[in-house]
């Protein structure tokens, strides 16, 4: 699934949060897209294994575009 900065920020008020402006007012921000994968493996660095995630993200055009885990394994 692929979605947008803007789509993940209505998603959280959708669900009850309150989005808060950090003071940026970046358009790229909002326009920024991100990609969630379930059941990925992920190359964890510091002890060196892989481990499978349940739901990952990666985020296109930021700064490492590397995959992130967004849940406990």
Aim: hydrophobic content about 30%; proline content about 1%; aromatic content about 10%.
């Amino acid at each position: 699934m692929i979605i947008n900065g803007k789509e993940i920020k209505a998603l959280a008020e959708y669900a009850g949060f309150k989005v808060e402006s950090d003071g940026i007012d970046n358009e790229s921000l909002y326009e920024a897209e991100y990609t969630l994968a379930h059941g990925l493996n992920i190359y964890d660095e510091e002890d060196g294994t892989s481990k499978k995630y349940s739901i990952s993200v990666q985020c296109d055009g930021c700064e490492h575009n590397e995959w992130n885990p967004l849940s406990d394994r």
